[in-house]
């Protein structure tokens, strides 16, 4: 499905990418279909760099790293916190580690590699519920 159609059908809806590289991308998608990610974060200067805050019952829509739709996504809770204050139970729901610990320091080094991280950074939390799904993400090598 084109991105227009889907724009069309979810008026208001945002489209973005998960990660910073195609890999990173297609293996988010990937924890994302399984069921394993429920929740992301967006940093505040991400924010203030032009990303668009999610928004509870918006649907949007997440993109392959190249633009192609992956899925649809519903915002269905959000809550605002500091980088250093995130619990457990936040940053496994979005079922990228396994541990608080795994979460800081891949979150830390992704927020690096953006030029943005303190450890006194605002994130907004953000779960959600997959809407559609397009289909598998191509294997990046």
Known sequence: MSLAALQSRFPGAVTYVFGDSARLSAHLLGLVRSGAKRATCLSMAEVAR???IPQIGRCDIATTFDGRPALVNRTVELRLVR???MGAEMALAEGEDETLEGWRAGHQAYYRRM?????QMELIWERFEVVEDFGAVDVVG
Do not use: L, T, Y
């Not at 030029?115 to 450890?119: A, E, H, K, L």
């Open 83 to 85: 980088f250093c204050d």
């Open 115 to 119: 030029g943005v991280f303190d450890p």
């Open 50 to 52: 032009g990303e668009a």
